[in-house]
């Protein structure tokens, strides 16, 4: 595709600057689409986007030294760039980053069925069990996620949940030549108002559910709901039809989602009034079983993920597949092959008489539903490490602090990711909720610390721990980093409670005794 070709996609306001009059540079090739000086090479499209920390047109000049063959602006650019690059002035960079990508990878999106996941909780979650069931009934499914994102037979690492348009579209491109016919994706709300989603066009879309999460960006709970209900309303006819909302009836904010939807909807929960629901719910140790009731037939299905949450994340997923055409006798064993997802009540057993669980709860309803989960085990007594990130919403850290005095008997309060933020005063917010929550009459705490360390506070906990307790460590679960003003060091949850359990003599320690004395 030419510069001269792409120009023309994107509808431009104006084509300001003399650069246009070289045949050359209107003919010239298009290799890519960038909205990163950093990474432009020689024949890529630069698009200059307005950021909350810079101004891409500040890049504009770095990116033509390094070779960019058009540049794509919301306003002027200095220094007479535009007689030597060819420019074109549009009203939305972002829209246009958009618009430009899926010119340049020809539509890709076009060529999948896209399966969209969004709610505050349950989107990793729900696009697992949706991928199983997707693969289960034959179709080469990629992912895209916050944990990580698969290319047919590739598995690439995530750096956030829903990338940028150009990127999006990229994978998408990528996943059409390693003939794959589905894609399933988590639709981030910053990715909503961020408009990465611009010229794509979904199938399916699943709404998992709406608490508080994200005010710091959104700043209301209304506006945060209206960024995911804008999803459900892109789902119009487009090229591909047969288009499916697929919403939790259960949660409060589902019907709204349902009333701004372009597309058919298909309710799930436990109610037994919508579409697609569980019935004999049975949660315990060995995950979550249930009866499912659904137009295209009922199941029993036993998942190996525990929590009541849970079924409602494979409700979701089985409508999606069910839609999609899978027929229910592979898509139950689809879910059913789901051993769990990193990071998520991902238990930790080095031989120790207690059970350690990682989990990635960061707002209050998944840190209730973690505790709650965790209750269903049926331990002595549960423990909870976690802390909140800096920098994000502060109004749940004392609703979190709270909802870990009423459902844990032993909190440990630490840091999660302080960011530009002081760790300490992060916990003392957090303590603030601690101390209320400890009130309620139905409140188990029995005690509580504040360790800011979160080495020393997993540490304490587990070293604290008696045979039969359950100890729940939340916020980071797949994460493998810690981010602190100056620096972002190396910390994984999951390694560092190995490394306590095998100082502690557990873990291969365990294992060598028991060779030892089983060849003796
Ligand atoms: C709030 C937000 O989404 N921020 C994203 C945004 O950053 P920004 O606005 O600060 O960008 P910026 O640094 O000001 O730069 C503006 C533009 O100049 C460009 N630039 C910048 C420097 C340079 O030398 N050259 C250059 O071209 C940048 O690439 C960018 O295009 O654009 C950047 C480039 O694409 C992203 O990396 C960054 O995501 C950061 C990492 C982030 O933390 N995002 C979070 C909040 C996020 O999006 N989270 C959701 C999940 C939420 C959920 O759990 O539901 C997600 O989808 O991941
Ligand atoms: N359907 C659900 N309802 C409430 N809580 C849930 C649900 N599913 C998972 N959780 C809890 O939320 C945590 C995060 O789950 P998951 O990663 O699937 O959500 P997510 O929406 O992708 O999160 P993020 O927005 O950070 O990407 C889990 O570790 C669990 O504690
Ligand atoms: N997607 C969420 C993840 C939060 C995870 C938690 N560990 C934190 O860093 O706050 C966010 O960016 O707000
Ligand atoms: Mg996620």
Request: glycine share 10%; net charge negative.
């Amino acid at each position: 595709m030419t510069v001269e070709e792409l120009a023309a996609c994107l509808a431009p306001l104006e084509r300001p600057g003399r650069a246009w009059e070289s045949p050359s540079k209107r003919e010239a090739l298009v290799r890519g689409v960038r909205y990163d000086s950093r990474g432009v090479v020689p024949g890529d499209v630069f698009v200059c986007i307005r950021g909350h920390q810079h101004d891409g047109h500040a890049f504009a000049g770095e990116a033509a030294g390094r070779g960019a063959v058009m540049i794509v602006t919301e306003r002027p650019l200095q220094g007479g760039l535009e007689d030597q690059v060819p420019t074109v002035r549009v009203g939305d960079s972002r829209s246009a980053l958009a618009v430009a990508a899926a010119a340049f990878f020809s539509h890709p999106d076009r060529a999948l069925r896209l399966v969209g996941v969004t709610g505050t909780n349950g989107k990793t979650t729900t696009t697992f069990l949706t991928r199983a069931v997707l693969e289960a009934g034959g179709y080469r499914t990629g992912l895209v996620g916050t944990v990580l994102r698969v290319v047919g037979d590739e598995v690439l690492d995530a750096d956030r949940t829903t990338p940028e348009s150009s990127d999006m579209l990229e994978l998408f491109s990528r996943m059409v030549q390693a003939s794959s016919t589905h894609a399933v994706t988590e639709v981030s709300s910053h990715a909503v108002v961020l408009r990465r989603l611009a010229g794509i066009e979904y199938d399916v879309g699943i709404f998992t559910n709406l608490t508080q999460d994200h005010l710091d960006f959104h700043g209301t709970m209304e506006a945060y709901r209206d960024a995911k209900a804008a999803f459900f309303a892109s789902l119009t006819p487009g090229t591909k039809g047969h288009k499916l909302a697929i919403v939790n009836g259960d949660d409060p904010s589902g019907e709204y989602m349902a009333r701004e939807s372009a597309a058919p909807v298909v309710r799930y929960g436990l109610d037994p009034r919508w579409d697609v629901t569980a019935e004999q719910v049975r949660l315990g140790g060995q995950g979550a079983s249930f009866l499912v009731k659904s137009p295209w037939g009922q199941a029993e299905v036993r998942l190996k993920l525990s929590g009541r949450f849970n079924v409602y994340n494979a409700l979701g997923a089985l409508a999606a597949g069910l839609h999609e055409g899978v027929p229910l006798d592979r898509a139950v064993p689809g879910l059913e092959r789901v051993e769990g997802v990193p990071g998520r009540f991902e238990a930790i057993r080095e031989g120790q008489p207690f059970e350690v669980i990682v989990d990635y709860a960061h707002t209050p309803d998944g840190l209730e539903n973690i505790l709650k989960a965790a209750r269903d085990h049926g331990p002595r007594q549960v423990w909870v490490v976690f802390g909140c990130g800096g920098d994000r919403d502060r109004g749940k850290r004392p609703i979190m602090g709270s909802i870990a005095a009423r459902l844990a008997e032993r909190v440990v309060i630490t840091s999660d990711n302080p960011r530009s933020e002081e760790p300490e005063s992060i916990c003392r917010e957090i303590e603030r909720g601690v101390l209320e929550g400890r009130r309620s009459s139905e409140a188990r705490l029995q005690a509580y610390e504040v360790i800011v360390d979160r080495r020393q506070a997993i540490e304490q906990a587990l070293r604290g721990a008696a045979p039969g307790d359950m100890v729940v460590i939340a916020g980071k679960g797949h994460e493998t980093y810690q981010v602190f003003r100056e620096r972002v060091i190396h910390f994984d949850d999951r390694e560092v409670v190995r490394e306590v359990l095998r100082r502690m003599g557990y873990g291969e320690a365990t294992e060598g005794k028991a060779e030892r004395r089983a060849g003796a």
